[in-house]
């Protein structure tokens, strides 16, 4: 037997073996202890009780449910709660928000295979509950197909933008979704109150978390596509101030961050995934928008904010020194990993004028964004950084300024040489021997040679003295990694003149110097410049076997402009040798990955 129990309306737990007698119809139960009824009624019988809507009676029903099951030894009892009971051999059967269509359907998304989706099927149901004649067609599928998705697949959403469609066509539906809470919601009076809009469920659980939790569950808003264990009681423990350490103030402790984080999940509010050797907790993008809500009404948002840019600055800065080292590759992916919230926090620093802040930030995310392709955005963000005034003008905002314009230049240096550009990098190297920095004159002086190249091909004596005054300082230095770029340089310039010797003498000892310091990044960028070298030489298989090397520690790494460039050349070199197949594919390839990297000097090549 199977008994259906509606919670929902109940406020008092005591009464819950009278609502339970009520819907099994236990006969005396208007006279008789309920609970001894129940448990003499179902004892000889199997029995599957479903306890609906239960979150909000858990402590009360708690004892309840293990008298039950104690005396009953054939009942089974299903509930359905945001929130665990916490009794003995409880099973927890976590029920997900509904699948949406993949993104990767592309020009896919035709109604048939969209209404394969459980989110599709349970709109269009909806949908013609209110309007009989309304049908998935060809024009509005992909419409539906990014309602469900803003959605995120919540039932009761999905439910209610659905029911839009007696007044709404889906495209409208979605230009309403710009405020979600004010559309999703129910004219159905006799729905219980917290199902009747979206505000109202979240509301509703919202007022019941505990004041310490809901202070917890409202800064996590600070966080975009998830957070860490570490993260979140670096930024959202109990003492957010405005410290000038930036991390605001020592990081709650991990045992009560913990048992935050965990009362969340149990409640339903956030999800919990295993990414690497640690657990990756994350909120629906509708609860964040809840959350930041409230948290916009909070005392401490500045201070919140400051500590979230504070934090993901010392993330970006730690992985500086390993971003072009011999485990860049795990240091490049957890840079990738955090990549909504590192926009974040230089979106924050932008709209808050806090150019020192950003610039240093975006100037420790540089070889980040040169290695995975990121070369537009990265000079965006530096751009509008650039613009903000630092009224300290002191010696750090300084230096922080001649990094943030060396780091444009050499982003910029595939993206189309600008004048503001070239007065960028004549700013650096200025601020650089002001300064008297030697390592950053280096650096800047480099990609200064590369940009006067790159603008006149008669500007090559100019370019070649820029990188000889920085391979002294580098060898002056003893600095490994500029001594290689600066030969790198060198020999991309005698490659341009056709002077092969030349070019395969600077890479060759270029590539040691790199493979030294364990930056695999660039040594695929020799290694491809080297195939070139014997390409040019028509030496084939000394090209394609260079060209395959670079290739496939491009992909370790994703790199996807050097990617970009290496298959162009595996392109070329089996179109000369008559592969047509081959390179085609390969040219594809080329395509495909310099249109995500913005290498826009390709396209003219494939």
């Known amino acids: ?79 359905t709660s945001r929130r665990r009971i916490g009794l003995p051999g409880e099973r927890e059967v976590p029920v997900l928000p509904l699948p949406v269509p993949s993104r990767a359907l592309g020009e896919s998304l035709d ?69 979600p809470f004010d559309l999703l919601v129910s004219r159905y009076s006799e729905v219980p109150v917290r199902h009747q809009s979206l505000r109202a469920m979240l509301d509703y659980s919202w007022a019941q978390l505990s004041l310490p939790l809901q202070r917890f569950f409202r800064r996590l808003s600070v966080f975009r596509s998830g957070w860490t264990l570490e993260a979140a009681g670096a930024i959202c423990g109990e003492a957010v101030d405005d410290s000038p350490s930036l991390a605001g103030g020592a990081a709650a402790p991990a045992a009560q961050v913990l048992d935050l984080l965990t009362a969340l999940r ?88 806090e150019a020192r802040l950003g610039l240093r930030l975006a100037g420790a995310l540089t070889p980040f964004w040169d290695a995975r392709g990121y070369l537009e955005e990265g000079g965006q963000w530096l751009s509008r950084l650039l613009a903000l005034p630092d009224p300290r003008g ?37 601020l650089w021997r002001q300064i008297g ?10 990609t200064l040679a590369t940009i006067t190249y790159s603008r006149d091909g008669d500007s090559t004596p100019a370019a070649r003295r820029y990188l000889q005054e920085g391979l002294r300082l580098a060898r002056t230095l003893n600095d490994q990694s500029l001594m290689a770029r600066a030969l790198h340089n060198l020999g991309n310039i005698s490659l341009a003149h056709r002077e092969w010797g030349r070019a395969a003498t600077y890479y060759t000892e270029s590539l040691a110097l790199y493979r030294a310091t364990g930056n695999r990044n660039r040594a ?36 996807r402009s050097a990617m970009a460039f290496t298959s162009l050349n595996l392109g070329t070199i089996h179109r000369l040798k008559g592969h047509y197949t081959s390179a085609r594919s390969f040219l594809n390839e080329a395509i495909r990955y310099a249109v995500e990297a913005g290498e826009r000097r390709l396209f003219p090549w494939c």
């Open 266 to 353: 149990e409640r339903s509010l956030i999800t919990v995934t295993e990414a690497g050797s640690e657990m990756h907790y994350q909120m629906l993008e509708t609860l964040r928008e809840f959350a930041a809500e409230k948290q916009a009404l909070a005392d401490d948002s500045e201070a919140l904010c400051r500590r979230h840019v504070g934090y993901f600055l010392q993330t970006a800065e730690g992985a500086f020194p390993h971003l072009t080292g011999p485990d860049q590759a795990v240091w490049l992916n957890r840079l990738e990993a955090e990549q909504d919230n590192l926009r974040a926090a230089l979106a924050w620093a932008v709209e808050s004028g």
């Open 524 to 559: 695929a960028h020799i290694l491809n410049n080297l195939g070139l070298v014997s390409r040019y030489q028509e030496e084939y298989e000394a090209a394609l076997f260079a060209f395959h090397e670079s290739l496939e520690t491009s992909r370790e790494l994703g790199d």
């Open 111 to 179: 109604p048939q295979t969209l209404l394969e989706s459980d989110s599709v099927q349970l709109f269009v149901d909806r949908a013609q509950s209110v309007r009989p004649a309304f049908q998935i067609t060809a024009e509005n599928a992909p419409v539906i197909a990014q309602l469900v998705d803003r959605l995120e697949g919540i039932p009761l959403a999905v439910e209610l933008c659905a029911a839009w469609a007696q007044t709404l066509t889906p495209s409208q539906m979605l230009g309403q979704l710009a405020r």
């Open 394 to 430: 002191d010696l750090p905002a300084l230096a922080a300024r001649a990094a943030a314009l060396t780091a444009l230049g050499h982003l910029a240096r595939n993206q189309g040489i600008s004048p503001e550009v070239d007065a960028a990098m004549e700013e650096a190297v200025r």
């Open 437 to 446: 920095d030697s390592r950053g004159l280096a650096a800047s002086l480099q």
């Open 1 to 79: 037997a199977v008994w259906f129990v509606p919670l929902s309306d109940l406020q008092d737990p005591a009464l819950i073996p009278k609502t339970i007698a009520d819907i099994v119809r236990i006969p005396g139960a208007e006279t008789a202890a309920p609970l001894e009824l129940i448990c003499e009624w179902l004892s000889w019988r199997p029995a599957l009780l479903v306890l609906d809507n239960l979150e909000h009676l858990v402590e009360g029903a708690a004892p309840l449910i293990q008298d039950l099951l104690a005396r009953t030894p054939s009942l089974i009892v299903l509930t």
